[in-house]
Nanobody, 125 residues
Framework: VQLQASGGGLVQAGGSLRLSCAASTHSISSLMIGWFRQAPGKEREFVAHIRWNTGSTRHADSVKGRFAISRDSAKNTVYLQMDSLKPEDTAVYYC???????????????????WGQGTLVTVSS
């Protein structure tokens, strides 16, 4: 599984960005794909995930109501729509994937086997 993240950039507080994660795999239907982020000096934290086969999603409380994860089956791509951005959302955002049935807490980064290269999101105040 190869993941290619894109879409980061500089935006003012209150603005929006959409991140993309393109997946190269023959078994995407068995995957759970998630977004994590890591701010300078902080641990990597869970943002959202989507189960490809069902489309079910989960978002961290810190982004609920502002961010939305979705998928495009035709493009094998997962999106993270980020609205009402805050300076505290500034971080490198990573997409990650694992088998949907893999044992492990969905918000635990160590339970994900495949990672994209990260894309920087900077929110100015």
């Amino acid at each position: 599984v190869q993941l290619q993240a894109s879409g980061g950039g500089l935006v003012q507080a209150g603005g929006s960005l959409r991140l993309s994660c393109a997946a190269s795999t023959h078994s995407i239907s068995s995957l759970m794909i998630g977004w994590f982020r890591q701010a300078p000096g902080k641990e990597r934290e869970f943002v959202a995930h989507i189960r490809w086969n069902t489309g079910s999603t989960r978002h961290a409380d810190s982004v609920k109501g502002r961010f939305a994860i979705s998928r495009d089956s035709a493009k094998n791509t997962v999106y993270l729509q980020m609205d009402s951005l805050k300076p505290e959302d500034t971080a490198v955002y990573y997409c990650a994937a694992r088998n949907s049935f893999r044992i492990g807490y969905f918000a635990d980064a160590s339970s994900y086997d495949y990672w994209g290269q990260g894309t920087l999101v900077t929110v100015s105040s």
